[in-house]
């Protein structure tokens, strides 16, 4: 069978998602997900500094096979940007001191794997997450790092070439939807497809 461990990282230079995703076979399960916080620290050194060795240590306790991470992060503020680039690099090097194989994912690409749209929010992203995995109420985070992080390696599942974690297979968002009931033919479009999967999650 087919196993694998998948650490997630949404990089950031306060608040880091991270998420680690068990894959066996078709089905994909949560280990962990949460946020490390820096945004006490002084100076964005001491920042990506804790960042690092928080990431080598997590490597270390959890022995992830594969790395995926968002990249491409684009900002009206080049200032911004730098810092956000400085935090991939800081992740990116921590996976490379742990051998750990990379996978760069895009923000929209990310978004598309999980909601079908591109352009979804991070609250529709979570909420299909939360659907997905079947992950308790009282168990979202508040910071939605966490639950970027989890997409993140959830896109990876997917880019793996594995259906979605469904009794029945599903091989993409569209047709897990309409076996659960949650789109119909009518929902042609990816927001029409998400608005119809959101519709139906509060029935």
């Excluded at 491409?72 to 080049?78: C, E, L, M, S, T």
């Excluded at 921590?94 to 990379?102: C, E, G, M, N």
């Amino acid at each position: 069978m087919d196993t694998c461990r998948i650490l997630g990282i949404d990089p950031g230079t306060l608040f880091m998602g991270y998420a680690l995703l068990d894959v066996k076979g078709k089905q994909a399960s949560i280990v962990d997900f949460g946020v490390l916080d820096v945004h006490k620290l002084d100076g964005q050194y001491a920042r990506l500094q804790k960042e690092f060795f928080f990431l080598q240590d997590l490597i270390d306790r959890q022995h992830p096979t594969t790395l995926a991470i968002e990249t491409q992060f684009v900002d009206k503020n080049p200032q911004t940007m730098i810092k956000i680039v400085h935090a991939q690099g800081v992740a990116i090097a921590a996976a490379l001191s742990r051998d750990l194989p990379i996978n760069e994912y895009s923000p929209m690409k990310i978004k598309m794997a999980i909601t079908g749209n591109g352009h979804a929010t991070k609250e529709q992203v979570a909420d299909m997450l939360q659907r997905f995995l079947h992950i308790p109420a009282e168990q979202m985070p508040k910071k939605l790092d966490a639950t970027d992080a989890l997409a993140i390696a959830y896109c990876h599942f997917l880019q793996r070439g594995l259906p979605l974690s469904d009794e029945h297979g599903a091989k993409d968002w569209t047709t897990f939807a309409k076996r659960k009931g949650l789109a119909t033919t009518a929902a042609t479009t990816p927001n029409e497809r998400l608005l119809a999967a959101l519709k139906g999650a509060k029935k």
